[in-house]
């Protein structure tokens, strides 16, 4: 009764949060995506926040030397994101290979090999953070201005996607979405950074470090001694859980109490974890006029997401087998559930609604072990990351959700014969096949090198867990990798050549490939007319189309993967261990 | 815009951005952060003013007399975090929960008295500062016979060191063990 009281609690403060991100992003790029509406009057104070920030802007576009009012079409607007995190791609891994000759290095750390430092650097500017070290292993010139950096620009890029798919709705008849480096300085400026700020503050009130001073000595009360590693730990892990990036400072991730020092800390964090995706899925219904349809399309994720936590916190509120299965009349109280790669301070039912938070949002920070959950605990995650068109990442999220619209509408349209619609633009069979491939993507990105690694040598000699197990861990792995979620299940050995080559290739073809397509949607969409509603407009603003909407993404986001799962969490659940 | 003037906005914006977000942002955040004094620096807590350890980081107490906290395949090494990733249906988690409640058994003699699951699973950093409250009670039996200490002043020690549930919601209550050790330590003198 208690947990479903805290759980109604958490989720109003998390749709409070929604509306007023989901608001103030519409606001940041009202004229960039010619919105349809105004902030509400209640909040039309916000509008004072406009001449600091122009002023901060100004600076900056003229030192770029960028014309505000010279704006890109689809081709100008993804070539221009291409040749930015390509520039940040190669500084990325400039970094990391040669962080021991760089300064902030009090420690001597040793620079990343080749395969490493390419994987790592194609996990940042992916907006992935998928790790293949312990966050240990890195500098703090890797830290700062690496990962840190990363953070903030590849949630940047991800944000400033939003506005121009929107654009490619909202034009009639004109190619121009926006100007790429005005969308990513506007959400950077206005967005990213004062609300990582203020949630890094929070952070250091609960005990996360913001601190340069390398390791910490102690000796402790039984005379041993005891090296603490501190950092500037706060500062990245705002904007790590904002921005939907995920990656740890510390190995242990969001588990480590510095990362996640409080029951409060940890509140937060998961509350901005879901609201940044979420937000700019109502901000989408605000531009486009029609708040009902934004609070439509979260309300149908939000039906999934409760779903896959049901059934991952009721798997993780059991007994650990392990546990269970200990003789020799001991008796053990099990009564907190699942406590193994558990912190005592979150326990079960924050564990898992954090878990189902990270992967839904391809956020991919943990602060539990996925490896130590019991099988039925697994499935809810890998699931929400499966279908990959929940919340998702910054931006990105929106342009995935809108591949899956695009082939409901066009189900819609088959099922009720007529030529299908999505907001007054007619749907062709150009986006309809763009769509599927982008949605297809994903399985071949997935499966193939599952399968390669599964009958390879060099691919099985890392898998940690025996059994099924072991299988799942390869699985999480390549999904984690190709739907640029990040999330791990932590014990795959995959700091190899192979695995390095494999998931850094998945991950910037899961990325690119994805926006290729989506902005060439966007691109042929502003080229059409507008059509007025008719009688025989499919409605997107009420519950059939919720219900519709919730079919087709069970239907195909979830069981392209059902054989492969089958063969993971699924298979060991029903076989009760071993 | 052409290749060339891509690239050079990129530079460009990639050189103001590393003093924006990897200079500024930090560096200011780390000044503010002073209002919070110790907790931005890793909240060490000093006995005798020297630092003996921090309030947020585990340590694995051997002594008999202490109370002890979790499993560790690190041993608190705090230089390192993470746990082993043991799955459920691994043997070797098998094989350590059972000899990690062997050895509770040995030491403790809980006769019929449920061992708490936290005191025989590893957490997920490897270094968590807490024990459940029931993990504390079930050690008072025995460190009344170490150290001599009285049943009702161990337990309101360990009443005095639980932390509730935040909104008495969220989370599991819990003891940190170094302060409730510290605590101990100052009884026993």
């Not at chain 1, 898992?352 to 391809?362: C, D, V």
């Not at chain 1, 499966?386 to 349209?413: E, K, R, S």
């Not at chain 2, 906005?9 to 103001?16: G, N």
């Not at chain 2, 009702?152 to 509730?164: A, G, K, Y």
């Amino acid at each position: 009764m208690l947990n479903i009281i805290a759980l109604l609690v958490f989720f109003l403060l998390l749709f409070t949060l929604i509306y007023l991100f989901g608001e103030y992003i519409a606001w940041i790029y009202k004229d960039e995506t010619k919105s349809k509406s105004n902030l509400p009057n209640k909040l039309k104070f916000i509008k004072k926040l406009d001449r600091p920030f122009k002023f901060v802007e100004d600076r900056i576009f003229s030192f770029l030397n960028i014309d505000q009012n010279k704006e890109m079409n689809w081709k100008q607007y993804l070539f221009s994101l291409l040749i930015f995190n390509g520039v940040l791609f190669i500084f990325l891994f400039l970094v990391f290979k040669f962080q021991n000759i760089l300064p902030l290095n009090p420690l001597n750390l040793e620079g990343m090999s080749w395969d490493q430092a390419f994987h790592t650097a194609s996990t940042f500017i992916s907006n992935t953070n998928q790790q293949h070290y312990g966050g240990e292993i890195l500098s703090y010139f890797s830290q700062l201005f690496a990962v840190g950096l990363a953070m903030f620009l590849s949630a940047g890029t991800g944000l400033a996607l939003a506005p121009a798919f929107t654009r490619g709705i909202q034009n009639e008849e004109e190619s121009k979405l926006g100007n790429f480096y005005v969308n990513l300085i506007k959400g950077l400026i206005r967005f990213l950074l004062p609300v990582s700020f203020v949630v890094a503050l929070l952070l250091i009130s609960q005990g996360s470090p913001q601190w340069f001073g390398g390791e910490i000595i102690v000796n402790t009360i039984e005379g041993v001694k005891q090296a603490i590693r501190v950092g500037p730990v706060a500062g990245i892990e705002a904007i790590k859980t904002l921005g939907t990036n995920g990656g740890g400072f510390f190995a242990a991730n969001a588990a480590h109490p510095f990362e996640n020092p409080t029951i409060l800390s940890n509140i937060v964090l998961n509350l901005i974890m879901l609201a940044s995706p979420m937000a700019i899925i109502y901000a989408f219904g605000i531009w486009i006029g029609k708040r009902r349809h934004g609070v439509i399309l979260i309300g149908a994720l939000f039906v999934i997401f409760l779903g896959l936590f049901w059934v991952t916190a009721a798997g993780e509120m059991q007994p650990n087998r392990a546990v269970t299965m200990v003789k020799g009349d001991v008796h053990i109280d099990q009564s907190l559930g699942n406590m193994e790669g558990k912190e005592t301070r979150f326990g079960s039912l924050l564990s898992s609604l954090w878990a189902i938070s990270t992967t839904s949002t391809t956020n991919g920070a943990v602060n539990s072990m996925h490896n130590s959950y019991n099988p039925q605990g697994s499935v809810g995650p890998f699931l929400a990351m499966a279908m990959n068109c929940l919340y998702n990442g910054v931006g990105v999220g929106l342009l995935n959700l809108m591949t899956y619209i695009f082939i409901c509408v066009f189900i819609a349209g088959l099922m009720i014969g007529r030529a299908p619609q999505y907001l007054g633009k007619q749907i062709e069979w150009r986006e309809v096949k763009i769509a599927a491939l982008i949605i297809l993507l994903l399985p071949v990105l997935v499966l193939f090198p599952t399968s390669i690694a599964v009958i390879t040598k060099v691919g099985k000699e890392a898998i940690h867990n025996p059994g099924f197990t072991g299988f799942s861990e390869v699985l999480y792995e390549m999904f984690s990798a190709a739907a640029n979620n990040g999330s791990g299940f932590e014990g795959l050995m995959d700091n190899s050549v192979f695995y390095n080559l494999l998931n850094g290739g998945a991950i910037l073809m899961g990325r690119y490939l994805p926006i290729f397509g989506q902005l060439l949607i966007a691109g042929y969409l502003s080229q059409k007319k507008i059509r007025p509603e008719t009688e025989g407009t499919l409605k997107v603003e009420n519950l059939s189309f919720l219900v519709l909407f919730v079919g087709v993404m069970i239907i195909i986001g979830g069981l392209i993967f059902m054989p492969a799962l089958a063969v993971g969490p699924i298979a060991e659940m029903l076989s009760g261990g071993m | 815009m052409s290749v060339k003037k891509n690239v050079v906005t990129a530079v460009k914006l990639i050189v103001l951005s590393l003093l924006i977000f990897s200079i500024i942002y930090p560096l200011l955040l780390g000044g503010v952060g002073q209002l919070f004094a110790d907790k931005a620096s890793g909240s060490i807590i000093y006995q005798n003013g020297k630092a003996v350890g921090s309030r947020l980081i585990g340590q694995n107490f051997v002594s008999d007399s202490y109370f002890i906290s979790r499993p560790s395949s690190i041993n608190y090494d705090a230089s390192t975090s993470g746990s082993d990733n043991l799955a459920a249906s691994n043997p070797k988690l098998q094989q350590r929960i059972a000899a990690d409640s062997m050895k509770i058994k040995v030491k403790y003699q809980p006769g019929n008295r449920d061992v708490p699951v936290d005191l025989i699973t590893e957490s997920g950093s490897a270094l968590d500062p807490h024990i459940s409250p029931e993990a504390a009670y079930f050690q008072v039996s025995y460190l009344v016979e170490q150290t001599g200490i009285s049943e009702s002043t161990l337990n309101s020690l360990i009443e005095e060191h639980t932390e509730s549930k935040l909104l008495g919601l969220f989370g599991e209550s819990r003891v940190n063990v170094l302060e409730l050790n510290l605590a101990l330590e100052e009884v026993l003198d």
